[in-house]
């Protein structure tokens, strides 16, 4: 680590562009799909369910971009790409898997405030 101090909360740290990153949606999928080892495009595709063509292309250059993903070209008919984790992937996806244990241990506390706050939300005076 650097001998930099950040600061996460001003808008002007670089910090936060990293954030944005990891924090995507289609970002954590496919971290966490690449955590179960390498991949060719078209079963990353697969794996993660409703992804379009675009968004995963766009998310696999972003991620490669910043040295979490690397990106090898098979020269066959047609050519093949194959995705793996770097090390800083690896590392990122252990934290993704963290966040990912932590939805499913919070997701029926997380459903039942929905429904109490939704069903607060109509029975509010002047609420339509």
């Given at each position: 680590m650097s001998g930099t101090v950040y600061d996460v909360l001003n808008p002007k740290c670089?910090?936060?562009q990293v954030l944005d990153r990891v924090s995507s949606k289609w970002t954590m999928l496919v971290i966490l799909a690449?955590?179960?080892g390498p991949q060719r495009y078209a079963a990353l595709r697969r794996r993660?369910?409703?992804v379009t063509k675009k968004m995963l292309t766009q998310t696999l250059r972003a991620l490669e971009r910043d040295g979490l993903v690397r990106r090898r070209v098979f020269a066959a008919v047609?050519?093949?790409t194959e995705y793996e984790l770097t090390e800083s992937g690896r590392s990122l996806g252990d934290a993704v898997g963290v966040i990912r244990a932590w939805a499913y241990d919070h997701m029926t506390a997380i459903e039942s405030a929905r429904t109490a706050f939704?069903?607060?939300e109509r029975a509010a005076p002047g609420s339509p």
């Open positions: 670089p910090t936060q690449l955590t179960e993660v369910e409703g047609p050519i093949q939704d069903a607060s």
